[in-house]
């Protein structure tokens, strides 16, 4: 049973450009968050969402950023117009369709760095 | 707003019981203790989680005091790959859905030779 998936591992932007971010979950899994490591910081939650339905997005900044999990297919961040601050670790985890307690499992993370 | 309370850094010898305590005085009844890890890096890791009663699994035990107000994450057996930093998260009612983890700053542990 293959883990989350976030593509790609590393991602290089200037200043200005849009990034894309993509998760896929755990097979199963229709539970989809994103969380945010900025350098020498923990975890911030960013969002919540679950198939076609963002439910929680009280830790998403207010502009450039936004996220879906269509019913088909990897859930995307994406970041428009990206700067300098928006460099840092983003994880995706996923649980599963009956999920009634916090257990979140993670994928491996995507760098981001803006230059 | 901190629920939990962790100390910022532990030692422990390798092949030694590593035990990793978090205070959680404001829980809630329905409040469940969730520990996860982050080794260098990587993706935070789901170690286990529990109520009131004692649990344990492949990875670790964990033990909740009666009143529920701390709780204290046991490695029995630590190993080099255990070096990581140690999440105490409460969360997800009995009846709730699952929701967003709030991490705090960790127990960051090192297991040395």
């Known amino acids: 049973n293959a883990g989350v998936m976030q593509n790609p591992r590393h991602l290089v932007r200037r200043r200005g450009q849009e990034a894309r971010l993509r998760c896929s979950p755990m097979?199963?899994?229709?539970?989809v968050y994103w969380y945010r490591q900025l350098p020498e910081e923990g975890l911030k939650f960013m969002v919540y969402?679950?198939?076609?339905?963002?439910?929680?997005e009280s830790g998403m900044p207010k502009e450039r950023f936004s996220a879906e999990f269509p019913k088909e297919g990897p859930s995307i961040l994406r970041i428009q117009q990206v700067v300098r601050g928006d460099s840092a670790a983003y994880f995706c985890?996923?649980?599963?369709?009956?999920?009634?307690?916090?257990?979140?499992?993670f994928g491996p993370g995507t760098r981001l760095t803006v230059l | 707003d901190a629920k939990t309370t962790q100390p910022t850094s532990m030692d422990c010898a390798e092949g030694r019981a590593a035990n990793l305590p978090c205070n959680h005085s404001t829980i809630s009844g329905n409040e469940y203790v969730y520990w996860y890890r982050q080794i260098h890096s990587q993706g935070p890791q789901y170690i286990i989680h529990?109520?009131?009663n004692n649990e344990t699994n492949e990875m670790a035990s964990l033990i909740i005091t009666e009143d529920r107000k701390s709780s204290t994450l046991i490695l029995p057996h630590a190993t080099l790959r255990d070096t990581a930093v140690y999440y105490c998260?409460?969360?997800?009612?009995?009846?709730?859905?699952?929701?967003?983890?709030?991490f705090g700053t960790g127990t960051r542990l090192q297991v040395t030779l």
């Open positions: 097979k199963g899994h229709s539970h």
């Open positions: 998260i409460l969360g997800g009612g009995i009846t709730g859905t699952a929701s967003k983890l709030t």
């Open positions: 529990g109520l009131k």
């Open positions: 969402l679950q198939k076609e339905n963002i439910i929680d």
């Open positions: 985890a996923s649980a599963p369709r009956e999920a009634s307690t916090d257990t979140q499992y």
